[in-house]
Each structure stands twice: as structure tokens, then as C-alpha cells.
């Protein structure tokens, strides 16, 4: 079976509607397309996808007649799940097929030299090893933090068997982890972060720094949702992802630190910035900063900030409906309906 992007959109194309209803779950079918908001699975009508092959072209094919996209199944299933590369977006569609992964063509005398530890290389070896979270203890570890809705968390993989040493002195254990990709503006993977979890899932590992990062993080982050005009930044994951619980259609980035949040890049479209604010004097510090460079960059900057310590604190203490409530107020009147409310 030939892993070309030809081939794998062909035979996704024959089961079109599948593909659908797996990936664009919030869609209908309207007799011989499937009808959804937008890529990211919003309910609506604005994107169609053909199921069937046309003199207008093959099964697989879609247009969004609001923004004049277009792609093929591929296209939904990296778009939807936040992929990062093609493996991976070949890998779930071979995984959709019930087809077999393809091995790498090497021989033991071929195999590639190890990467510099903490290096982009190192980073992108340790995402490739790693699985999709779906039934994994990051999916409990998520849910018992309150984060339910896991669409577009492609970019998130578990490892179970992640390597952690405390200091250069230590002993090397290895424990369960979270894997995130931080890519950059183009969708480029260069490098990861990783949460080492208790091996139920339901919180972190009891290791004194169960989070740390690898690779290329200067001016990147971990991303959840297809950033256009509008977008939301912060420090941590779990702290967007519950901002992304109450704004279920906005676009989100979790920088990973202060300093980072403070030196992210701006896409080339990007008007509008929300920066969750940290209440900590650094996380203070980066979003002056942050505000600034939006401001110079001609992007108007508008501070969010939590009842609680954070955001996922609010989801969790006192609930989605008191953090929507909240966020209503702060974010822009026309976002209300744009990000907020979900269309009937």
C-alpha cells in the first residue's frame, strides 16, 4: 500500500461519509455532501464535502464557500485533529483505513546517529514515538482537570514510558507523559513539552519537576484550533484548554512560560490578542510586554483575567458556566457570538 498523499485520499474518498461523521461529527448529511460550519468541526453549512465521485471532481473533495478553502480528507483529518506533518496525519488516516503503519525503510547498519539531547531533532523523534491520547491516562489526567471537549488536540500524544532524571547526577527513571508539540507559525514542529503523569492519570508524577521542554521554543508554542484574525495566548496548557472550554471556537497557544509568552511571533493575519493573565509578578511582566509589541505590531491586546488563580481553576472550583459568564464580559462584543455561542 503506497503512503502517497494521492493514494490515502483515494481510498478515504471511498469512504467519504465515514470519514465525515468521525471527523466532522458536528456536521449532517444533505444528500450527496456532508454539511459543517467550518474545518474545525463548528456546526453550520458553510463547508461542503462531496461524497460521491462527480463530473465536479472525487469523493473526499470540500470548499468553505465562507473563507474559499478547500482541500481533501487529508486536509480534515490534520486540520481537524491539529496534526503536525504528514506522518502523522498519514498515520491516522492509515489508522482510520485499519491499515498497517508503515515501517521505516532502514537496516540496523542505516540507522540514523542519536540526537543531541534537548535538541529540535531530539524533540521530533520523542513526538514520533509517541500515540494519539484518545483512552489514554492523558485523556483521564484532562478530564480530571475538568477539560472534556478534546477537539483539535491532535498536537498532544502520550508516552508511557517518557525517560525523566532529576539532575545530571540522577538516576534515569521513566514514568508516563504528556507530550506537547510547539510548532511554529508555519505548522512546523520545533520542539516539545512534556508532563510527566501519575501512572492513573490522576494528576503529576511525584517527581520534583514534572514539566519541562525540548528543542526550539523561542517565539513558538503548543497550539489548539486554526488561528486567523483573532487569537488567544498564554503560559500553560491546561489553562488554555480550559479557556478553549468556555470559547469553544477560538484559537489558542500556550507559550509554556513568562519569558516565552512575552516573545511570541504574530501571524501575518492576526488583529486581535487575548492574553490570559498568570497573577504572578512574571507572568504580570510578560503580558506588559506582550502588549506592547501587539500594540506596535498594530494588533489590539486585551488582557483576560481568571476569578481564581487561573483559568483552570475557575473551571474547576467554580464551573463552565461562572467561566463563561466571566470571559463574557471581558472579551469583545462581536467575539461573543463569533467564539462563545454555539449556533442552534
Not at 517527581?207 to 486554526?226: C, K, N, Q, S, Y
Not at 507572568?283 to 491586546?301: K, P, Q, W
Request: with cysteine.
Amino acid at each position: 500500500m503506497s503512503g502517497k498523499p494521492h493514494d490515502l485520499a483515494r481510498r478515504l474518498g471511498h469512504h467519504a461519509e465515514a470519514v465525515c461523521r468521525r471527523y466532522l461529527s458536528a456536521g449532517r448529511r444533505e444528500g450527496r455532501y456532508w454539511l459543517v460550519g467550518d474545518i474545525l468541526n463548528t456546526p453550520g453549512r458553510s463547508l461542503f464535502v462531496r461524497l460521491y465521485d462527480s463530473p465536479k471532481g472525487p469523493a473526499g473533495k470540500w470548499t468553505d464557500a465562507a473563507t474559499g478553502e478547500h482541500g481533501d480528507l487529508l486536509d480534515v483529518i490534520r486540520l481537524s485533529c491539529g496534526l503536525v506533518g504528514f506522518k502523522d496525519v498519514a498515520d491516522e488516516a492509515r489508522s482510520f483505513l485499519s491499515l498497517p503503519h508503515e515501517e521505516p525503510k532502514s537496516s540496523p547498519r542505516h540507522r540514523p546517529p542519536p540526537a543531541p539531547s534537548g535538541s529540535r531533532e531530539a524533540a521530533r523523534r520523542l513526538f514520533a514515538m509517541s500515540r494519539p491520547i484518545a483512552g489514554t491516562i492523558v485523556d483521564t489526567y484532562l478530564r480530571n482537570r475538568g477539560i472534556t471537549a478534546l477537539p483539535g488536540t491532535g498536537n498532544l500524544r502520550f508516552h508511557p514510558r517518557c525517560y525523566y532524571r532529576p539532575d545530571e547526577h540522577g538516576p534515569t527513571e521513566t514514568w508516563p507523559a504528556m507530550i506537547a508539540a510547539v510548532t511554529d507559525l508555519d505548522g512546523h514542529l520545533t520542539g516539545v513539552h512534556r508532563t510527566w503523569l501519575a501512572p492513573d492519570g490522576s494528576g503529576k508524577a511525584p517527581i520534583t519537576t514534572p514539566r519541562r521542554a525540548m528543542g526550539d521554543l523561542l517565539g513558538h508554542a503548543v497550539r489548539f484550533g486554526v488561528a486567523r484574525d483573532v487569537l488567544a495566548a498564554g503560559e500553560g496548557i491546561e489553562t488554555m484548554l480550559s479557556l478553549r472550554m468556555a470559547l469553544p471556537r477560538l484559537a489558542v497557544v500556550a507559550a509554556l512560560s513568562a519569558a516565552h509568552l512575552a516573545a511570541l511571533l504574530f501571524g501575518p493575519k492576526l488583529r486581535r490578542l487575548y492574553i490570559a493573565r498568570d497573577p504572578d509578578p512574571a507572568g504580570g511582566a510578560a503580558r506588559d510586554i506582550l502588549v506592547e509589541r501587539a500594540m506596535a505590531a498594530g494588533i489590539e491586546a486585551i488582557p483576560l483575567s481568571p476569578m481564581l488563580g487561573d483559568f483552570n481553576d475557575d473551571l474547576r472550583s467554580l464551573g463552565l458556566n461562572a467561566l463563561r459568564a466571566a470571559l463574557r464580559v471581558q472579551i469583545a462584543p462581536e467575539d461573543v457570538a463569533r467564539f462563545m455561542e454555539m449556533p442552534p
